[in-house]
């Protein structure tokens, strides 16, 4: 399984956020920097493990898009097999989260 973390310590703005996602997973230059657009990338990253560590100044910043991030997270690890995608709030301990969301739970 491939693992990532995205560190999202002093993120506050959407555009840094997707640049952020797009760094960290090495996303292609067309990606088009938006919640269905990162749907699209994730929907196709099977046996993937996604940490987005640091999130709560970002939850902060931006409450509303962060619930989107979270609620779009979901659903493309619901319909994407082996796709885990984890909230945790210190990146030392990623396996210390506060939202997961995987195929089997929710």
Known sequence: MRE???DLLGVETKDRLHQRIAEALELPEYYGNNLDALHDM?????ETRITFANYLQADIAMTGYMDAL?????NASEETPDLVIAFADDEEDTDDYDYQY???TE
């Open 42 to 46: 994730l929907t196709e990253m099977a």
């Open 102 to 104: 995987t195929t089997e």
């Open 4 to 6: 990532y973390v995205i």
């Open 70 to 74: 979270r609620r779009m997270c979901r």
